[in-house]
């Protein structure tokens, strides 16, 4: 389990984040994460639907449109408010994954992409949460940042950024959690979940950080277009990825994803 830290901490950098970019339009691809993920765990349109971290909401605006009753929280009052004014239907609620506000066994499916490991101290009471908050035999599927070579080498070269912008003495504060594979699935395991599924993604792929191994329509950096369609790499970029995540898969990754279910 290892720290990241940074010059800014967890809420004043999803304050900053969400306030820079506009509501997310429905998600399009749902060959990529983490449409494709929820897609693997939301099974029926009878289950009511809880995501937990909802930010701009790609996929809380993706099941609002085709009907499925969902309900989005986030810590940030600021992403909750523009999704409000985007779209007045929207169920969508300030929240804390530590504390909900929600009965025993409310939710069928939880979806909870990059959620957790905000997360300094309270990972355990979080996913309890969690399972409290799920129906018998319901499930959630979950993202957590890896702790691998590619996220040491994106941390070194933010830290080199940050580095080149702050102040010498400004303090470092805690930013995200990282996990191991294992350590992810035991977090789940130790509140009572059986895991369905654990595997890798490519989120951002490392090459993506690069503008020369970006595809066409993504050489300039738009935050929302690469949310909604993936963050899509050029031809060269793409196979330097593949053969990469071939190799080492769990070092090339840059999040885990899970699905687990409460047991019936």
Not at 208 to 235: C, I, M
Request: net charge positive.
């Amino acid at each position: 389990m290892r720290k990241t830290y940074r010059s800014r901490g967890v809420k004043e950098y999803w304050a900053a984040r969400w306030e820079q970019i506009s509501v997310d339009a429905p998600m399009q691809n749902a060959g990529v994460y983490p449409l494709k993920y929820a897609q693997m765990t939301v099974q029926d349109r009878a289950g009511k639907i809880l995501e937990a971290g909802c930010g701009a909401g790609r996929i809380l605006r993706y099941y609002h449109d085709r009907g499925y009753d969902i309900t989005g929280i986030d810590f940030i009052p600021g992403a909750i408010e523009k999704l409000q004014a985007a779209d007045a239907t929207l169920k969508v609620e300030v929240g804390d994954i530590t504390n909900l506000q929600f009965a025993d066994g409310a939710f069928r499916y939880v979806l909870a992409y990059g959620l957790y490991h905000n997360l300094e101290d309270d990972l355990d009471k979080a996913v309890a949460e969690t399972f409290r908050v799920l129906e018998n035999g319901g499930k959630v599927c979950a993202s957590f940042r890896a702790d691998n070579i590619q996220t040491r080498m994106t941390d070194w070269l933010a830290d080199r950024k940050s580095a080149a912008q702050a102040k010498p003495d400004a303090p470092r504060v805690f930013h995200k959690m990282n996990l191991t594979r294992k350590e992810f699935q035991d977090l789940f395991a130790r509140a009572g979940f059986e895991t369905e599924y654990a595997g890798n993604v490519e989120n951002m792929p490392i090459f993506y950080k690069f503008r020369t191994f970006r595809a066409a329509g993504h050489k300039e950096f738009d935050e929302n277009k690469a949310r909604a369609e993936g963050y899509r790499l050029s031809w060269l970029g793409q196979r330097l990825q593949n053969a990469l995540m071939a190799l080492l898969p769990d070092q090339f990754c840059n999040i885990y994803v899970i699905i687990a279910r409460r047991p019936k």
